[in-house]
C-alpha cells in the first residue's frame, strides 16, 4: 500500500546531497519571503496607479510617479520641468500638467519614482510584489490543504488498523472508491457547485488527498502491531487509545511526514492549476496560478507576466520534493550511514 510512496522517495533518492540541501534552503526562503511580504514587497500587489500608462511594462523599467490632486497619478517615461509645472510623456502621449495640480513637484521635476524590476502585467500592477504576496497565497493553500489531508488520513488509517475488522473493510473499501473516482472531475464539480474562494480551494485539495496517507498510515500501524515493544505494553494493560497515540502514531509518522512534504508540491501545483482555470484563489487577490493565467493570451509580446510565476512555480515543488527526500534521510534509520 506504500508503493506509490516509495517510488516517489526513491525517484529522488539519487538527487546529490547539496541538491537536497538547496532544496532546504529554497522552502526556507520562500516560507521567510511569504511571512515578510508586507515589508519586503516593494509596492501593495493590488496597486493600479495608472493603468494605461503601466500595463505591460517590461523588466527593468523605471517612471516617474506624477501624484496629482483628486487623489490622481501618473506614470510618466520623461519629465521636463517648465516654469508653469511639468511637460510628461507617456507611451506616445505628451501633456503639460500645470504646477498647481502636482503634490509632489521639486526643482527638477517629480521626487517619486516607480521600479518594476520584472515589469507589469495587464493592469499596470508590479510583478515583483505579486509574487511576493502570490508565494503567501499559493504556500498557505498548499500547507493547510496537507495539514486537512494529514489529519484526516491518520484518523482514518488508525481507526482502521486498530478498529474491528469490519471497520476496515468499510473504510478501506471506502478509500478505493474514492482513490479509483477521477480526481479532477471530483475538484472540478465541487469547485462549479460553489462559488470559488480561497477556503474553498483548501477545503478541495485537503478533501481530495488524504485517501493515500490513511493506506500508508494503516500499513504502518499494522505492521507496528507485532512488535515487541508494543506487544509489552498490551501486557501492561495499557489502553489501546494511549498505546495508539504515545507508540503507534510516533513511529508510524516518519513516512507520513515525508508523503505529506511531497504533497505540497503537488497541491501548489494544484492550486495553480484551479487558478489558471479560474477556479481557484480569485482576482485581485494575487496567486502564482492566476498570475501566469493574467499572461496566457500575451505570451509573446509581454512573456514576464507568466514566465516568473511560473518559474516560481517549479522552484517551489522542486524545492518540496528535496525537502521530501532529505527527510527521508535524517528520519530513516535505514538511510543512515554506519
Do not use: C
Not at 515578510?36 to 510617479?65: F, K, M
Request: charged share 15%; glycine share 10%.
Amino acid at each position: 500500500m506504500a508503493e506509490p510512496l516509495t517510488a516517489s522517495v526513491t525517484g529522488s533518492a539519487t538527487a546529490p546531497r547539496r541538491l537536497r540541501t538547496g532544496g532546504v534552503v529554497l522552502v526556507a526562503l520562500a516560507a521567510l519571503v511569504a511571512l515578510a511580504a508586507p515589508w519586503i514587497a516593494p509596492y501593495s500587489p493590488t496597486d493600479q496607479l495608472d493603468p494605461a500608462a503601466g500595463r505591460y511594462r517590461p523588466p527593468g523599467t523605471v517612471l516617474a510617479l506624477v501624484e496629482l490632486t483628486g487623489e490622481r497619478y501618473l506614470l510618466v517615461d520623461h519629465l521636463e520641468r517648465t516654469p508653469t509645472g511639468l511637460i510628461a510623456s507617456h507611451r506616445q502621449e505628451t501633456e503639460e500638467i500645470p504646477a498647481s495640480e502636482i503634490l509632489n513637484l521639486t526643482p527638477d521635476g517629480v521626487a517619486d519614482r516607480r521600479i518594476f524590476l520584472l515589469g507589469t502585467d495587464g493592469y499596470g500592477r508590479d510583478v515583483v510584489s505579486r509574487m511576493i504576496y502570490g508565494a503567501r497565497i499559493s504556500l498557505l493553500v498548499a500547507m493547510l490543504s496537507v495539514g486537512l489531508a494529514l489529519t484526516v488520513g491518520l484518523a482514518v488509517g488508525s481507526a482502521a488498523a486498530t478498529g474491528p475488522r469490519w471497520l476496515d473493510s468499510v473504510l478501506m473499501r471506502g478509500v478505493d472508491a474514492l482513490l479509483a473516482f477521477p480526481w479532477l472531475f471530483l475538484v472540478l464539480t465541487l469547485t462549479a457547485l460553489f462559488r470559488p474562494s480561497t477556503t474553498l480551494v483548501i477545503l478541495v485539495l485537503g478533501g481530495t488527498s488524504w485517501m493515500g496517507i490513511s493506506r500508508l498510515v494503516r500499513a504502518e500501524i499494522l505492521g507496528l502491531q507485532t512488535r515487541q515493544f508494543i506487544l509489552a505494553a498490551r501486557g501492561l494493560g495499557l489502553h489501546p487509545l494511549r498505546i495508539l497515540w504515545r507508540h503507534l502514531l510516533p513511529n508510524a509518522l516518519t513516512p507520513v511526514l515525508v508523503q505529506a512534504t511531497l504533497a505540497v508540491g503537488n497541491l501548489i501545483l494544484a492550486e495553480s492549476a484551479l487558478s489558471f482555470l479560474g477556479l481557484g484563489v480569485q482576482p485581485p487577490t494575487a496567486s502564482w496560478g492566476n498570475m501566469v493565467a493574467d499572461g496566457r493570451d500575451v505570451l509573446l509580446t509581454a512573456w514576464w507576466v507568466s514566465t516568473f510565476p511560473g518559474l516560481a512555480i517549479v522552484a517551489a515543488v522542486v524545492a518540496f520534493n528535496l525537502l521530501g527526500d532529505r527527510l527521508r534521510d535524517l528520519l530513516d534509520p535505514r538511510t543512515q550511514k554506519g
